[in-house]
């Protein structure tokens, strides 16, 4: 079979396995968040945390709810490294440095998962399990609960509140993935990935040498870092380490993994607002924005430059043999247009058209189809913009499902579009404006700018990949990005949570000959169009100093 067929079947039938999950996962979770029952599990669980579950919250509220539970996350995973030499099962790993533990901390926490460190050489059992891989769960699960959020905001009418957050929270984690993960770890475990708890131990490498490093629990932690659009690996290779990610099928269905809630999210989106052609008219977004990144990504590798890339048909410098350029193409493509950050081959070595692609990706807002529960509630502001620009251009009133857009709506939703650009550009200015940070970079010229713009990106947009061809791991760089995570991540939650407020105190407005109809393919196009100039006029400049200079010299 030659790679090109073979590249065709395993996207083919990692989209096949898409859609037939988008109906019914898109309705169990609508079941799970409109729900009124409580499990004895859960109900224990609200015990224990001391809030009352059948008891509804303001905006404010839930934003509050939001922050204090990451803020306590943050503390938690930060002193659980600090004290990583006192704890069992360190595996004689010493006590993290500071400004690696804030960075980690924060890093998982916001769903980012951006690791300036090697995990084997650096984590025991104890902060890998009850540290990192919880917050792979309960990051996961928050921004679940946002998008859920907003979703109320528009099916909602009349109200000031907006659900329980610790209800949104419980429920994601228990119901929805949880079950998955657990499953999705049994599989990678018959494929192959370890699951122990082992100490130190040595192997025989291909090359007849002898190898010794830490194995882990990785199956698990696997599972739930491309579930949740994580991306955070056990081992410095990530996803492509043999121990991660054995096999051709355990490749596919981590990224079928990475996918599969994001896409699904649309679904339950429809239902709940009771019109699912509107979830049908997200998922056509997602799915436009996403064929066209793959399709390009893909011809970006296949058409290097070179004599040996011509001679092989692709550039498979810093590939894994057993994945390819075609799986490997795909697997970046999917891990930065969501905000896993997960990688099976090496980002740097991509050509310069592809490695911006790639930058590319990560700076629409990874809305197609986006991180778990982020990618929604991105696509839906970005529908909201697409309403009003609408109404600017051809007359048509600002509405969309039923809610009008008005001043204080698109400030909301403007000033979420905003923060991510200020944080990227400031911080990629600031790096290249100082000694301390372009003392990081490994490579000057055009290359040296584009490993500092997509690390920049990568933190704010909350992605966590990196080029890797920057030493991040110092106090500059550990600060500054992880700064960049911060605002990046609760910023947007909590202009969202007021744009949620907002539209759920208005009552509902009845279409009129006026309103735009946010159902049919021309709604499709202009939200295509209207997220690929936003970009494009606001990172246009940076990528031509960047990969595109690369690319066109």
């Not at 984590?123 to 399990?129: E, I, L, P």
């Not at 025989?204 to 882990?216: I, S």
């Not at 996803?239 to 809630?261: D, R, Y």
């Not at 429809?270 to 390009?296: C, E, K, P, W, Y």
């Amino acid at each position: 079979m030659s790679p090109t067929l073979a590249g065709i079947l395993f996207i083919g039938s990692l989209l096949l396995a898409l859609a037939v999950c988008f109906k019914p996962l898109g309705d169990y979770m609508y079941r799970v968040y409109s729900g009124t029952r409580h499990s004895a599990v859960e109900r224990g669980i609200y015990r224990l945390l001391g809030v009352d579950p059948d008891g509804e919250q303001r905006w404010g509220v839930y934003a509050r709810g939001v922050l204090a539970f990451s803020v306590l996350s943050v503390l938690f995973l930060y002193a659980l490294q600090r004290l990583q030499d006192h704890l069992v099962l360190s595996l004689g790993m010493k006590a993290v440095e500071p400004s690696s533990a804030w960075n980690t901390a924060v890093s998982f926490v916001t769903n980012t998962n951006w690791q300036s460190y090697s995990g084997e050489s650096t984590m025991g059992h104890v902060v890998q399990t009850a540290g990192l891989a919880v917050q792979n769960f309960v990051s996961a699960a928050t921004g679940m609960a946002v998008a859920v959020a907003l979703v109320r905001g528009f099916a909602r009418s009349k109200t000031d509140t907006l659900g329980n957050f610790w209800v949104d929270l419980v429920r994601g984690t228990i119901r929805i993935l949880l079950p998955i993960a657990f499953v999705a770890a049994l599989a990678l475990v018959a494929g192959g990935a370890i699951q122990t708890f082992a100490g130190h131990g040595t192997w025989t490498t291909l090359t007849g040498g002898e190898q010794t490093f830490t194995p882990a629990a990785a199956a698990s932690q696997e599972a739930i870092k491309n579930l949740g659009t994580n991306g955070g690996g056990i081992f410095n290779a990530n996803s492509a380490h043999p121990f991660e990610n054995p096999t051709a099928w355990t490749n596919w269905l981590t990224i079928f993994l990475l996918l599969v809630i994001a896409s699904c999210l649309p679904r339950t989106f429809g239902r709940m607002v009771g019109d699912n052609r509107q979830g049908h008219a997200v998922v056509a977004v997602m799915a436009t924005i996403f064929a066209a990144s793959v399709a390009l990504t893909h011809w970006a590798e296949r058409s290097a430059g070179g004599t040996v890339p011509q001679a092989i048909g692709a550039a498979m410098e810093g590939r894994e043999t057993r994945f390819g350029v075609s799986d490997s193409a795909m697997f970046a493509s999917a891990t930065t247009l969501t905000s896993t950050g997960a990688v099976d081959s090496f980002h740097d070595s991509y050509t310069a058209l592809g490695g911006g692609m790639l930058i590319f990706n990560m700076l629409l807002g990874e809305v197609a189809p986006g991180g778990t529960g982020a990618g929604l509630y991105g696509m839906l502001v970005l529908a909201v913009v697409t309403v009003f620009v609408a109404g600017l251009m051809v007359g048509r009133t600002p509405e969309y499902l039923g809610k009008k857009i008005g001043a204080r709506e698109i400030k909301l939703a403007s000033l979420y579009l905003l923060v991510t650009p200020a944080l990227v550009l400031a911080g990629t200015a600031v790096a290249m404006a100082t000694a301390t940070g372009r003392a990081a970079m490994l490579n000057g010229g055009a290359h040296g700018l584009s490993e500092i713009l997509y690390a920049y990106t990568s933190a704010s947009n909350n992605n966590g990949s990196a080029f890797a061809g920057v030493s991040v791991n110092t106090p500059f760089h550990n600060t500054t990005l992880g700064l960049c995570m911060a605002f990046g991540r609760f910023l947007p939650i909590v202009l969202v949570l007021a744009l949620a407020g907002s539209l759920a105190r208005q009552a509902p407005v009845p279409a009129s000959a006026g309103t735009l109809p946010t159902h049919r393919p021309q709604f499709v196009g202009m939200v295509v169009g209207v997220t690929i100039i936003l970009v494009a006029l606001t990172f246009l400049p940076a990528l031509a100093l960047g990969p595109l200079a690369e690319g066109l010299l």
